[in-house]
């Protein structure tokens, strides 16, 4: 699910300059995206380098479109007759009985309506909220058990041995009681939500049209999703950013409030990079626990293809809760950098300044090579 708060662009610091030509997405680059006069194979590799956080690196090759070895095939092939209709029934089957158990514990209830579209159930109490989250997040971790996600390894990472952390720890005792609002975590595959609904079963944000979709449609409101609609302008409306903050503002000052699940990145990676934060998770000055998720792989990588390996692994970074400065409160941008920066630092990954934009160029100009040759 992409983020769509609102976006303070921002210049950070690169530990890596992995492509020199996109300083903010104002910035014009007036050479040309690929050499007239060069192969197609040169022009895929000069691509892979300015593009370098969204190359696949698994056995598939660039868009998936590479040639397989013979070995691969055959294990391909088998995986397709034998776990990818396994996995599809009982993948449904988890979802179906979700679904059912979401809509009992729905009957006789209202939605909780903020504004036009924006409905959730998240609002409930009682015995209807701890069923809704409990078998959420035991289904949740069944789905990644049954995709081949037998165990994830969770690092909990010491605030004393966290840089940043460590330079407010002393700052206010009290600060220390106070609840987060949100969770920021990198964005690599459509199981990171899986994941995080399994541990904390957070809200999201989510496409409107995600609420229509028979089953995961109301799945999503018991989740307390917050639904967008890139071409909506509307300016009577409250707008996305602000619904958000008010959520995360509501989890950071409600116990019994859902916390917000939030990918600032604002779209996916190959798990290697992080790209420019958007400010949204931040605009609430409330405190937030940033996570790192990665996808070890030797074959295929679960960035792309989880359903046909037999076996996939995930290794999850907590890191202790992020008590903003009262700086950091004031300037929501310097917020989200310090957080990104932390995370880039302790988890090992590359800071990269390309962002959406430059990903739909990379898939274009690949498709364009593709179609020529």
Known sequence: MESELKDLNSKPVMTQQPDPTHDDASTKDDR?????DSSSADNIQELEKKFAAYVRNDVYGTLGRGELPLKEKLLLGIALVTLLPLRIVLGMTVLVVYYLICRICTLFSAPNQEEEEQEDYAHLGGWRRAVIVRSGRFLSRSL???????????????????EENSKTEGNNQLEEQERPGAIVSNHVSYLDILYHMSSSFPSFVAKRSVAKIPLV???SKCLGCVYVQRESK???????????????????????????????EGTTTNGDFLLPFKTG??????????????????RFSPAWDSISALVNHMEVTRFPVYYPSQQEKDDPKLYA?????????EGN????????????????ALNGLFCQS
Do not use: C
Not at 32 to 36: I, R, Y
Not at 349 to 364: C, F, T, V, W
């Open 337 to 345: 950098n310090n957080v990104r920066r932390l995370m880039a630092s």
């Open 234 to 264: 509307s300016s009577d409306s409250k707008g996305v950013a602000g619904v958000v903050t008010d959520r995360v503002r509501e989890a950071h000052q409600n116990k019994s409030a859902p916390m917000m699940m939030l990918f600032p």
């Open 144 to 162: 990644l058990f049954l995709v081949g996600f037998y165990w994830i390894k969770e690092t909990h990472k010491d605030s004393s041995n966290t």
């Open 217 to 219: 449609g109301l799945i």
């Open 349 to 364: 990954l590359i800071l990269s300044d390309i962002g959406l934009p430059e990903k739909r160029i990379y898939h274009a």
């Open 32 to 36: 040309p995206l690929l050499k007239s």
């Open 281 to 298: 998770a931040f605009l609430a000055r409330a405190p937030v626990v940033p996570v790192i998720l990665r996808y070890p792989y030797q």
